[in-house]
Each structure stands twice: as structure tokens, then as C-alpha cells.
């Protein structure tokens, strides 16, 4: 028995009835999706990656309305110093190598390959290459970067007298 309600064909074959997809990320959602789609194209980034032992590389890999995408590297003992990014939100993700995040108020992580970190404007932290090997990762920028400004490191307590220190 037929049924009259039954759909013929596929809908999803018929484009003018399809809402339109999204030109651009416009949420964070897609945004770590783009993030990790160019950090799975590794033919798209490995080859611009470069070292440097005096101050860290970077690279501004796209851009689109409203937000940019870097490519950074750290060779062993870089850091990014502590800092927020003024108005922006972003996220960042580990392409080679492993980064150690420092956040304020929130302890430290080791982050590697896949792992990905969101933040909002204010967030305050410290990226540094405390691994053996280099590192490579992709930071998104929404709105674009403007502003990165940065803070002293709090001074370290002094050790007690009754602990040796090499």
C-alpha cells in the first residue's frame, strides 16, 4: 500500500530547500571545528613551519571577517611570557610537539597534539615549550588580535632556610 505522505527522492538532493551554509565560523562550536580541520591538514601547515632559537616564529596562516588564524613554533625553553589577548576571544590547539600552559588562578597543564584550549578576553596565562623537542601550534583570534598585553610574573617566595637548593 502506497502511502501519500511519502517523500520521493532525496530532499537533501534539492540545494534550494538546504538553509545556507555558513561562509564563516561565527561560533565557538565552529571555530574549534576549523581548528581542527587545519590542524588534520598537515600539508597545509607543516611545510611553513620554521624554528628560531632567538624569538618565537609565527605565522598569520588565513584571515577571514573578523577573526585571524596563527601559526606559532617554540623550540625548547620559549615561552610566550604571561598575558591576556585585550578584547579577543580565541582557542589554540598543539600541532606537534607539547606546550605547557600556566593560567592564573588555575594551575598549569601539559597540552599535546589535539589538545585544545578556549578562552575569553582576560583570560591571563603563559605558554611555554618546557619539553625537549620543538613544538608547532595554531591559535585562533575572534575578533582579529589587536591587543596582547602582557604582566609581570608575581616574585617567587623565598625558599626556607632549612631547605638545601642547588
Known amino acids: 500500500m502506497d502511502n501519500d505522505n511519502e517523500i520521493a527522492g532525496d530532499p537533501l538532493a534539492i540545494p534550494h530547500l538546504l538553509p545556507p551554509a555558513p561562509e564563516h565560523p561565527a561560533t565557538v562550536a565552529q571555530f ?3 581548528a581542527a580541520a587545519l590542524a588534520g591538514d ?9 624554528y628560531d632559537a632567538v624569538s ?6 588565513l584571515t577571514g571577517p573578523g577573526y585571524e588564524v596563527w601559526l606559532l613554533s617554540w623550540v625548547p625553553g620559549q615561552g610566550s611570557g604571561r ?7 580565541g582557542l589554540y590547539t598543539v600541532l606537534s610537539g607539547a606546550l605547557t600552559e600556566h593560567a592564573v588562578g588555575r594551575g598549569s597543564r601539559v597540552l599535546t597534539p589535539g589538545s585544545m584550549r578556549v ?14 623537542e ?3 601550534s595554531l591559535h585562533i583570534y575572534f575578533p582579529g588580535l589587536t591587543e596582547m598585553r602582557m604582566y609581570a610574573r608575581p616574585h617567587a617566595e623565598p625558599a626556607p632556610r632549612d631547605v638545601l637548593t642547588c
Open 42 to 50: 598537515r600539508a597545509c601547515w607543516a611545510p611553513l613551519v620554521r
Open 32 to 34: 574549534a571545528a576549523l
Open 83 to 89: 598575558h591576556d589577548h585585550g578584547g579577543s576571544n
Open 134 to 136: 620543538p613544538a608547532a
Open 56 to 61: 618565537r616564529w609565527y605565522h598569520r596562516l
Open 119 to 132: 578562552f575569553a578576553p582576560g583570560y591571563v596565562h603563559e605558554v611555554v615549550n618546557a619539553s625537549l
